[in-house]
């Protein structure tokens, strides 16, 4: 299922193609707040303190991390669409975001103001995308 002979067809059900999407657009959002905005989110969302010294290098890089963020979000909405065959696959990749995001903040613990977006709502985008997955193997 995850490299089906024809590609061009998904054989599973609308609604996790539908959800798989708007999940997606959140990342493309997400994206662009990190690669557009004033502190690229750091300080305004994540609540890191970006007045301390070396500030301008954490909004550099979250500028950064946006633009990696953007260019895997555009690739795979590009698979998605073209090749609605490999939606399993497409969702499988995006497991990996949760499961590495987690396994990094056990390495180094950040010092924020509040709990970041990103590391509240991972448990729970980890969940969704493996319903979402499990749900694309499961043909009509």
Not at 16 to 26: G, H, T
Not at 34 to 43: R, S
Not at 45 to 57: F, K, L, P, R, Y
Not at 75 to 88: C, E, I, Q, R
Request: glycine letters at 10%; hydrophobic letters at 55%.
């Amino acid at each position: 299922m995850l490299f089906p002979k024809s590609p061009s067809k998904f054989e599973g059900f609308r609604i996790i193609r539908l959800m798989a999407f708007l999940y997606m657009s959140v990342m493309v959002a997400r994206s662009c707040i990190h690669l557009f905005g004033a502190d690229g989110g750091a300080q305004s969302i994540a609540g890191i303190d970006t007045s301390v010294e070396g500030g301008n290098n954490v909004i550099a890089i979250f500028h950064q991390w946006g633009a990696t963020q953007l260019i895997l979000a555009i690739f795979l909405l590009v698979l998605f669409f073209l090749y609605p065959g490999l939606t399993p696959l497409v969702l499988l990749t995006l497991i990996f975001d949760p499961v590495l995001r987690f396994v990094a903040g056990q390495q180094m613990s950040l010092t924020t103001t509040g709990t970041p977006p990103g590391e509240a709502l991972n448990g729970v985008s980890l969940f969704l995308l493996l319903v979402l997955f499990l749900g694309s193997l499961w043909k009509k």
